[in-house]
């Protein structure tokens, strides 16, 4: 595809049109100020639907039906199941079954598990995609053979283009591990219980229809109603809707490797010696390695001084609900859990709080959770000297991995991002991102392994830090030292004109494209 | 005569290292199938080297197969010179990158020896960033941890880390092989310039003195004016009835380690966690080391799991007049650290007989005296190092003589 290209304000070339839509560049943090009212659904009639509460529908296909499933349609799901969701790919082999084709899909974020959707993608079941594309799909889309433009949006962005009608959903399928008749549902009950189900809160209030796959029905009333059935307007029931074991992705056992132990350590002790270890503060920290030694790195420091957190945000882990169980923290405020230690506490733990991307992370809130937290602890894939940060692609140029909440979290007082300084061969501090997601004006410090660097922008950490003893260096330094490591200056990935997806800030705008890897037809 | 060689690993297990495959051919040129994760990034500079390589060993007409799990250059450096002496024996010139600047600093006989970190010396991952976990040396180990079938090709891979990774303050040490593979080793290494040797299972001080004659014939060659130093390791009856032997064998010897493993085997016990089987052995080599005017090294602690009892250990260890423990584990340097950091009482003691010290040179006293106690200058020694470890372990500040402590 040939897209017209303008530059924005972070200097990066981008699409001002999206799968025929107008799109708004980048205009800079907290610039863009869209006005008019938000999107609503159509006007339902109780008395259309049953009187005694019961909207259960034999099966998926005919939910589909009677919902009206026809050509170009938008179908969202969700990933509280991470790799484990089973509910998305049947949605779409059922849409096949019935011919129906040239569908958005617009999930909440993909995983490996969906690779089977490339069928489809092929067959043009599925037009395009809109969310994050994780593994075979990234792949894919990064060699070009998508027929539209991908869009990834953080968590936040997602409920801003749904609230502002950027995105109108026709089928919301939400896969629920525990639902009444009715249509009220939770994910902490029942044998595949996985945690909340916040990140289909949007779908459930905005989509014009909306289906409940649950594995567990039970009679009325399904308490908590995380989704309430008010909003629902069928409900089928399957044998399995996910495999809860495997929100456990891999990536939720503390890190062995001793470089990035170091890297935990050294992260803590900045946030110590910047003084935002007090009692009464806040973090959040994601399901990383990295970041749970950092966590407990941290709690040992509390344990240590006697300080207790007002506050941590989830992504929960067995680790945080240890805290939250000794005193070490008044609350769990958690958008995700990442196992099953986490879903127990939630349910059980009136202190372990089940939130969403609605009270977290939402651009057309007035005000959201991730701007009060103290410290925050994320990833990347790539940070430049300008602390302007990459996650979703590699320095190869393939689109490899979501933006979830990360650009939403950026928001918070203070954003360090621990990583490696290089992987294997390959650096991770470089001279420019190859994708642009995080703007430097946000991200406060790099931790690495060869040393800490400071945003020159936050003169009080770099003064409250000074007489630390920690390494801090400029991130300049440390990126001639990699680049000396790694054997000079690295190449650029070969990339073609093509642009495969769009990059969407917090906000809506566009703040960087993705172009198709070259050597592919 | 073998016309395909290979060297080095491949496979997703594996990280910063690759496997490289030659093939001689008579005509045709030179032809790179480079499987590599990092070709987008680095795939023109990967295949500039190897045909520096190839011209370097006189192969104008090869195939050479990559495969490449994130190799830096001095690995498949390494490697390449393995495939090579693997098809054409030892008889080639070395391939040599240019020696990263800074990386040498200049050696003492008496620094501290605390912690010692055991590197496997043909898995280039784990050097790589060795040098910032601030251990007091870095063993790369060509011995237990190589397999008798991969020492040519981790010798090549030890000398080219030498060159080219930097372990900050750490000591630059190496442990060869026992003779004759070690010998070979010390001609690969020596140049290279290694702060300090270590010498395995070490019998009697003849085993030293082959050593050291080795090493003076490679310095003398190679024009090497540092100081390089021996590490003996005691680790059987006969080496622990000669440790004093061993201890004096040469000046260049600057410590005696112990060896448990092979010593308990030796001598027919079972290694118990208390060690009292070993507790004569520990106790005879510390006693020949201190009468050699030399360090006393501890054994490695192997439980990489267990900080506290690791504690404990280095507690023992220091009771017992140990200088240093080894580490397997990067993790371990700051608990062994902490364990031989002076307690409290001691630095008091030292400070007051440092003091003490001071005030008889600024008076201009042959005699330092303490109270109505005369005091020994190597006890005053003792009370400098003891001082140099307690700011070193982050206990003292290093300007505590003038800020004063009584307030």
Not at chain 2, 13 to 41: H, N, P, Q, Y
Not at chain 2, 147 to 155: G, H, L, N
Not at chain 2, 361 to 375: C, D, F, H, N, P
Request: net charge negative; aromatic share 6%; glycine share 10%.
């Amino acid at each position: 595809m040939k897209h017209d290209l303008v530059n924005n304000a972070a200097g990066r070339m981008v699409v001002t049109e999206i799968n025929g839509q107008p799109a708004v560049p980048y205009k800079g943090i907290g610039k863009y100020h869209p006005e008019g009212r938000k999107a609503a659904p159509p006007v339902p009639t109780c008395a259309e639907y049953p009187q005694d509460g019961d909207k259960v529908v034999g099966d998926l296909t005919s939910a589909l039906q009677k919902m009206g499933l026809r050509n170009g349609m938008t179908i969202s799901t969700h990933h509280h199941f991470r790799n484990g969701d089973l509910v998305a790919n049947r949605v779409f082999d059922a849409a096949a079954e019935l011919g129906v084709k040239d569908l958005r899909w617009f999930p909440s974020a993909s995983f490996p598990c969906h690779a089977p959707l490339i069928e489809h993608l092929d067959s043009g079941v599925i037009h395009h995609i809109e969310g994050s594309m994780n593994g075979p799909l990234g792949a894919y889309a990064s060699e070009g053979k998508m027929r539209g433009l991908g869009v990834l949006r953080s968590h936040g962005g997602r409920y801003q283009a749904i609230q502002d009608g950027e995105v109108h959903i026709d089928i919301a399928v939400i896969a629920a591990p525990t639902s009444d008749p009715f249509g009220n549902c939770n994910g902490v009950t029942g044998p595949s219980a996985c945690g909340g189900l916040g990140f289909a809160l949007a779908d459930s209030q905005y989509a014009d229809r909306v289906i409940v796959v649950t594995d567990n029905l039970v009679p009325f009333p399904c308490v908590p109603w995380q989704i309430m059935g008010n909003h629902v307007d069928a409900v089928v029931v399957t044998d399995k809707v996910g495999e809860p074991e495997k929100i456990v992705s891999g990536t939720t056992n503390i890190t062995k490797s001793p470089d990035r132990l170091l890297i935990a350590e050294l992260t803590a002790r900045f946030v110590e010696a910047a003084g935002i270890l007090r009692d009464g503060f806040s973090f959040q920290s994601g399901a990383g390695g990295t970041s749970l030694a950092f966590a407990i790195f941290l709690r040992d420091m509390m344990r240590e001084r006697g300080i207790r957190a007002r506050f941590v945000r989830g992504g929960s882990t067995r680790y945080l609900v240890d805290m939250l169980e000794e005193g070490l923290t008044d609350y769990i405020l958690d958008g995700q859990t990442f196992d099953l230690a986490g879903v127990q506490s939630m349910r059980d733990n009136p202190r372990h709080i089940h939130t969403n991307p609605f009270v977290s992370y939402n651009y057309h809130n007035k005000g959201n959770i991730a701007s009060m937290v103290d410290v925050v602890v994320l990833g990347a894939t790539e940070v430049d000297v300008n602390f302007n940060a990459n996650v979703v692609t590699h320095s190869d140029g393939r689109l490899l991995h979501g933006i979830g909440g990360w650009q939403n979290c950026l928001f918070s007082k203070c954003t360090i991002l621990p990583i490696p300084s290089f992987r294997d061969r390959i650096p991770v501090v470089v001279d420019e991102v190859t994708t642009l997601c995080g703007p430097g004006e946000l991200i406060d410090v790099i931790v690495t392994e060869r040393g800490i660097a400071i945003n020159p922008l936050r003169q009080d950490l770099i003064d409250a830090t000074k007489h630390s003893g920690l390494p801090i260096r400029p991130i300049e330094e440390i990126k001639r030292e990699v680049e000396s490591i790694c054997g000079g200056v690295p190449d650029r990935p070969q990339l073609t004109d093509n642009v495969i997806a769009a990059i969407k800030w917090v906000d809506g705008t566009v703040i960087d494209v993705v172009r198709q890897v070259s050597g592919q037809p | 005569m073998k016309t395909k060689a290979e060297a080095g690993r491949a496979g997703t297990a594996v990280r910063s290292d690759c496997c490289v495959g030659i093939e001689m051919r008579d005509e045709g040129g030179i032809a790179i199938e480079l499987r590599s994760k990092v070709d987008t990034l680095y795939g023109r500079s990967i295949r500039a080297l190897v045909t520096e390589l190839c011209m370097h060993f006189g192969m104008p007409h090869a195939v050479v197969t990559i495969d490449d799990s994130g190799a830096l250059p001095y690995t498949i450096a390494a490697r390449f010179e393995a495939a090579v002496r693997r098809l054409r024996g030892d008889d080639v010139p070395p391939f040599l990158l240019p020696e990263r600047e800074g990386i040498r600093r200049p050696g003492a006989r008496d620094r501290f020896r605390r912690s010692r970190l055991y590197l496997p010396g043909n898995d280039p991952k784990l050097a790589i960033n060795a040098g910032i976990h601030g251990a007091d040396g870095i063993i790369l180990d060509l011995e237990d941890s190589v397999s008798p079938v991969e020492k040519d090709a981790a010798r090549l891979l030890v000398r080219n880390t030498l060159r080219e990774v930097d372990f900050g303050g750490a000591e630059r040490m190496v442990r060869i092989n026992q003779a004759p593979m070690g010998m070979l080793d010390l001609d690969a290494v020596i140049p290279q310039r290694p702060g300090l040797i270590l010498m395995p299972k070490v019998e009697t001080d003849r085993d030293v003195l082959a050593v050291q004659e080795r090493i003076d014939g490679i310095r003398e060659r190679e024009g090497i004016e540092e100081d390089i130093y021996l590490m003996p390791i005691v680790e059987s009856a006969k080496g622990a009835v000669n440790a004093a032997a061993i201890a004096m064998a040469s000046p260049a010897v600057v410590a005696l380690a112990i060896g448990l493993e092979d010593y308990t085997a030796d001598i027919g016990a079972e290694r118990t966690l208390e060690g009292r089987e070993s507790f004569w052995m520990r106790g005879a080599v510390l006693n020949a080391a201190r009468a050699a005017g030399v360090q006393a090294i501890d054994t490695v602690f192997s439980d990489v799991d267990d900080m506290e009892a690791l504690f404990e250990s280095v507690r023992e260890a220091k009771a017992l007049g140990f200088d240093g423990k080894g580490c397997i584990h990067p993790r371990q340097i700051a608990v062994v650290h902490r364990g031989f950091a002076p307690t409290d009482a001691e630095i008091d003691k030292a400070k007051c007989i440092v003091r003490a010290f001071d005030d008889a040179e600024r008076s201009g006293l042959g005699v330092v005296s303490l109270g109505s106690k005369m005091i020994d200058p190597p006890v005053v020694k003792r009370a400098l190092r003891t001082i140099t470890l307690a700011v070193k372990s982050g206990l003292l500040s290093e300007d505590w003589m003038e800020v004063g402590d009584e307030a």
